[in-house]
């Protein structure tokens, strides 16, 4: 060999053995679309890498993005359910940090897709979401004052969402008078003191509940019912998720009226508030 040629190989060995660049590529944020790929998938950046501010505009991009493909305007191919979107959207809306879950998620079936897959599975996923996300959670918290008239005519009224640990204040006035029968005296919201409904076929029937008198119904979001006579105020905090409502405590309403002075008639005015 050479003296040349020895040369030139051990200077080809040594290049080939110095240090390699071992700089990680850098992670890919955005549209893109691999060879072989029939879509572009969107690739949501890391969002631990963001400050508060920096975060919440990143998840809004990223939801827009994939909000552009579930919706078609992408013309991939790729359309969804515009009201499953709609839903999520909302869904979304109260609770924006799960953004980041769900634009992972939609990666993984996303580059199923893009590498053969049919689209069933990832709509099948998308339509259950907004479910999966409110599961257990409360969207309903009374946290704002209602306030409504007593209509002494009908049942249960004006159902409200209540979420486990709220604690509500009902009350209603007691200077507007009514009474629940032809010759019955006039009562407000504490009921006739002197009827007890104490074993009555009314739905507060136990002690401390009267005839006429204001009550509360609270249904659990497991389906458990519960009836509280509340009269003129009763805080109640509520033991799981569910659905409070009010009326008097009567079953026949036909014969009901309110006191009359001249043209004024009397309307029990109701609130429903947070409890301080």
């Known amino acids: 060999m050479s003296r040349f040629l020895f040369y030139s190989c051990a200077l080809g060995l040594l290049a080939s053995c110095g240090p390699k660049d071992t700089t990680p590529a850098a992670p890919v944020v955005g549209w893109h679309q691999e060879e072989g790929w029939s879509i572009a998938c969107y690739h949501p950046p890391d969002f631990n890498q963001f400050n508060v501010t920096e975060r919440r505009i990143a998840r809004q991009e990223a939801l827009e993005a994939i909000q552009s493909q579930w919706l078609g305007t992408r013309q991939d191919g790729i359309s969804f359910s515009e009201s499953a979107v709609d839903e999520l959207d ?85 200077n507007d008078k009514y009474r629940i029968a032809d010759s019955g005296p006039w009562i407000n919201v504490a009921g006739d003191l002197d009827q007890p409904a104490l074993g009555a076929d009314l739905p507060c029937n136990f002690e401390g509940c009267y005839q006429g008198q204001l009550i509360l119904r609270f249904v659990s979001s497991s389906g458990v019912e519960s009836i509280l006579p509340v009269g003129e105020e009763l805080i109640f905090e509520a033991p799981e998720h569910g659905e409070i409502s009010y009326r008097i405590n009567d079953e026949t309403f036909y014969d009901n009226t309110w006191f009359q002075n001249g043209s004024l008639v009397d309307h029990t005015s109701i609130e429903v508030s947070p409890a301080q």
Request: charge should be negative; include cysteine.
């Open 90 to 174: 909302t869904t979304l809306l109260s609770r924006p940090d799960n953004i980041e879950f769900v634009s992972q998620k939609n990666l993984e079936f996303c580059k199923q897709v893009a590498g053969g897959a049919d689209t069933g599975s990832w709509e099948s996923w998308l339509r259950g979401l907004s479910a999966q996300l409110t599961e257990g959670v409360c969207t309903t918290p009374l946290d704002y004052t209602m306030f409504d008239y007593l209509d002494i005519g009908e049942g249960w009224q004006r159902p409200l969402g209540i979420c486990q640990g709220d604690r509500v204040r009902v009350s209603g006035t007691s």
